[in-house]
């Protein structure tokens, strides 16, 4: 058994480079969300939901798994990528994502679980112990990004280049889930074919104190 403390609701963020997911993939990927979650709310209509407790219950689980499905194949997308920015696949670049993380954390009281800087995306799982947590990641996100494309425009010597998307994707990590996600984010290059072992790829990096419950444990 897991005897780590994990907060009821850390958090799994993923965010990447500007240009790293084309533009015609991407709104395939929304209009095939969009169009499976129009075949649900016809299936289980709002006048069902509200009367009958089992549908409203399926109807919340396939939603759910319909959010799960997107998000995989945005991050389907991001993997194979064959064009578009690939900047953050050097140990410089990552090291910087890492660096600003870190000193966030300190700086906002967050505890960071786990990272991936991927060549084109990053993972992360954090949170906060802040009353309005959802606010104050939104707005740490907005400054990491202003500080590390900053960072990463000076290394690149390219001032002025748009170094980040705008969107994100974060998804709370409900109970009894977050080995999976943890896992889920450690394996990222592994799962991109970029190594076999992710606990000595430069560019991930996990909270020393997860060894005991989390990593040992899988590797043994």
Same mark, same amino acid.
């Given at each position: 058994?897991?005897? #780590?403390? +994990?907060?009821?609701?850390?958090? $799994?963020?993923?965010?990447? &480079?500007?240009?790293?997911?084309? *533009?015609?993939?991407?709104?395939?990927?929304?209009?095939?969300?969009?169009?499976?979650?129009?075949?649900?709310?016809?299936?289980?209509?709002?006048?069902?939901?509200?009367?009958?407790?089992?549908?409203?219950?399926?109807?919340?689980?396939?939603?759910?798994?319909?959010?799960?499905?997107?998000?995989?194949?945005?991050?389907?997308?991001?993997?194979?990528?064959?064009?578009?920015?690939?900047?953050?696949?050097?140990?410089?670049?990552?090291?910087?994502?890492?660096?600003?993380?870190?000193?966030?954390?300190?700086?906002?009281?967050?505890?960071? #679980?786990? +990272?991936?800087?991927?060549?084109? $995306?990053?993972?992360?799982? &954090?949170?906060?112990?802040?009353? *309005?947590?959802?606010?104050?990641?939104?707005?740490?996100?907005?400054?990491?990004?202003?500080?590390?494309?900053?960072?990463?425009?000076?290394?690149?010597?390219?001032?002025?280049?748009?170094?980040?998307?705008?969107?994100?994707?974060?998804?709370?990590?409900?109970?009894?889930?977050?080995?999976?996600?943890?896992?889920?984010?450690?394996?990222?290059?592994?799962?991109?074919?970029?190594?076999?072992?992710?606990?000595?790829?430069?560019?991930?990096?996990?909270?020393?104190?997860?060894?005991?419950?989390?990593?040992?444990?899988?590797?043994?």
């Amino acid at each position: 058994m897991n005897d #780590y403390p +994990i907060p009821s609701t850390p958090v $799994h963020i993923t965010y990447r &480079l500007y240009g790293s997911i084309p *533009n015609l993939p991407m709104q395939r990927l929304h209009e095939s969300h969009r169009l499976a979650l129009v075949a649900l709310n016809r299936e289980f209509p709002h006048q069902l939901r509200s009367t009958n407790a089992s549908a409203r219950k399926r109807h919340r689980e396939l939603n759910e798994h319909q959010a799960v499905r997107f998000y995989l194949g945005y991050d389907s997308l991001l993997d194979k990528a064959v064009y578009g920015p690939t900047f953050l696949d050097t140990p410089v670049a990552k090291q910087i994502i890492i660096d600003s993380w870190q000193h966030i954390a300190q700086q906002r009281n967050l505890q960071i #679980y786990a +990272i991936s800087v991927m060549s084109n $995306h990053v993972h992360i799982i &954090l949170s906060s112990d802040e009353a *309005n947590s959802s606010w104050m990641l939104k707005a740490t996100l907005r400054d990491h990004k202003r500080y590390t494309g900053s960072m990463l425009n000076r290394l690149h010597k390219t001032p002025g280049r748009r170094v980040w998307a705008e969107k994100e994707y974060d998804r709370a990590i409900r109970r009894g889930k977050f080995e999976s996600v943890l896992w889920y984010v450690l394996n990222n290059p592994v799962k991109a074919g970029i190594t076999d072992d992710p606990l000595s790829w430069f560019g991930n990096w996990w909270a020393p104190e997860l060894h005991e419950s989390f990593i040992k444990l899988r590797v043994a």
